[in-house]
């Protein structure tokens, strides 16, 4: 059964990609150590670890669809990796009279081009890096908490769900 799952993720990895690279291909991102490039000019690997670290980020507030999780991990790319830890989007992506997997899309309606502004200055290059690679302070670990019936666990073989909507 893992083996069945690990086949999967790296499945919807690959599909992530290609819609990154259709979709975002000239956005910038800065790696840790301040290197710079393009979705398009990064390596494969690294893009595939890139989207791991999204997806886990996207799991770590209970989203399970997968247009969900893409749509988390596109806007670590085309706005900032660590968005989510603005204090807005804890807000909004921390929820708990909001299902996880529609947070996302409330986050989307409700920031003003201010807010983007203001996440995007604050780019930080290490949000990159998988969360066990990661130092946290105590600010930033008081920041990331998740709500407590959220799962803790940042598995990257779990089982991603499709939206219903989405076979229609």
Not at 51 to 61: E, H, K, L
Not at 86 to 95: E, F, T
Not at 145 to 153: D, F, I, L, R, Y
Request: net charge negative.
């Amino acid at each position: 059964m893992s083996v069945v799952e690990a086949v999967a993720q790296e499945s919807f990895v690959r599909r992530i990609a290609a819609h990154l690279l259709d979709e975002y291909r000239e956005a910038m991102v800065t790696l840790p150590g301040d290197e710079k490039s393009t979705v398009a000019e990064l390596p494969e690997e690294t893009l595939h670890e890139l989207i791991r670290t999204g997806i886990a980020r996207a799991r770590r507030y209970g989203m399970t669809f997968e247009s969900s999780i893409s749509a988390f991990t596109a806007v670590m790319f085309e706005v900032s990796p660590n968005f989510d830890t603005h204090r807005l989007c804890q807000v909004l992506l921390n929820d708990e009279e909001v299902k996880p997997n529609e947070r996302l899309d409330e986050l989307l309606d409700v920031l003003t081009e201010k807010n983007w502004e203001a996440i995007r200055a604050d780019y930080d290059p290490n949000a990159w890096k998988p969360e066990n690679e990661t130092e946290e302070t105590d600010e930033t670990k008081e920041d990331n908490k998740t709500a407590s019936n959220e799962p803790k666990n940042l598995d990257l073989e779990a089982t991603v769900m499709v939206n219903p909507a989405e076979n229609k």
